[in-house]
């Protein structure tokens, strides 16, 4: 089960997996049901699914892919094997989007350094236009730096009209990702994301020095997890753009 930007799983979802359960397969000796984001099953949702696990039919496998099972409920969790898989690193990426799914190797190497070893974020930005990512949190981040709180949350609400968690997550992470690179860029390490605004880098730390940057990733990082919670995205992005805007606001 995959649905795409969807901000949760729905109970109607695992009803179609009792459906297929139902079938009959006696040829076949396993068979796999795959949950692509099960953080996101609503709780009607998990429940549900939880008498699959608690009497599972005989050769099925369940298996629930999730960066959040913090999300799931302690009687799911309790009832599988957990796995962990670390990320993977560019090389391997590369190789995969390449020989898998065709892709050439100039697009690739553009989204590698922020993709955080995932092939599924690779994917995603690389069938989603991932320069019009890479401006729109730009010109986020340059209004809500000079105050301009309405123009900053116009930017914004187009992704949230749309409807799209997937998107407004997107240029949260990207936007975190940009404060991370001032930090490489302050004490001269390597492996800057945005290599491609370097100049801009160094202007944020000349212009404001003194910004505990590491208290606004934190943040940051708050509100992303906040909107994974599926928090009101008005909200989050409230608190995004003036939390950025208060960087300005210090420095004055």
């Known amino acids: 089960i995959h649905i795409k930007n969807a901000n949760n799983i729905k109970i109607c979802s695992i009803r179609e997996i009792n459906k297929t ?64 898989f670390s990320p993977l690193n560019e090389n391997e990426i590369k190789q995969i989007l390449i020989t898998k799914f065709d892709y050439s190797e100039e697009v690739i190497d553009y989204v590698l350094p922020f993709t955080n070893g995932s092939v599924t974020n690779a994917v995603f930005l690389l069938e989603n236009d991932f320069e019009k990512y ?55 390490i390597n492996n800057i994301k945005f290599n491609n605004y370097k100049d801009t880098l160094e202007k944020f730390n000349s212009r404001f020095l003194k910004t505990d940057t590491n208290e606004i990733i934190a943040k940051l990082v708050s509100y992303r997890e906040a909107a994974e919670r599926n928090v009101n995205l008005n909200l989050i992005m409230m608190n995004v753009i003036f939390e950025i805007a208060s960087i300005g606001m210090k420095a004055k």
């Not at 397969?25 to 099960?38: P, Q, S, V």
Request: hydrophobic share 40%; aromatic share 10%; net charge negative.
């Open 134 to 188: 890479i401006q729109k949190s730009i010109t986020i981040l340059r209004y809500s730096l000079a105050g301009k709180y309405f123009t900053a949350s116009k930017e914004f609400s187009s992704l949230i009209e749309n409807n799209s968690g997937t998107d407004f997550s997107t240029i949260i992470d990207l936007i975190i990702t940009w404060f991370n690179d001032t930090l490489r860029s302050k004490f001269e």
């Open 21 to 84: 359960l139902s079938l009959n397969y006696d040829e076949i000796t396993y068979r796999g049901i795959i949950i692509i984001d099960a953080h996101k099953m609503s709780i009607e949702a998990q429940n549900a699914f939880l008498k699959n696990l608690e009497e599972p039919p005989n050769g099925v496998i369940f298996i629930l892919i999730s960066n959040q099972p913090d999300q799931l409920l302690t009687t799911i969790k309790s009832r599988c094997w957990t796995i962990n």
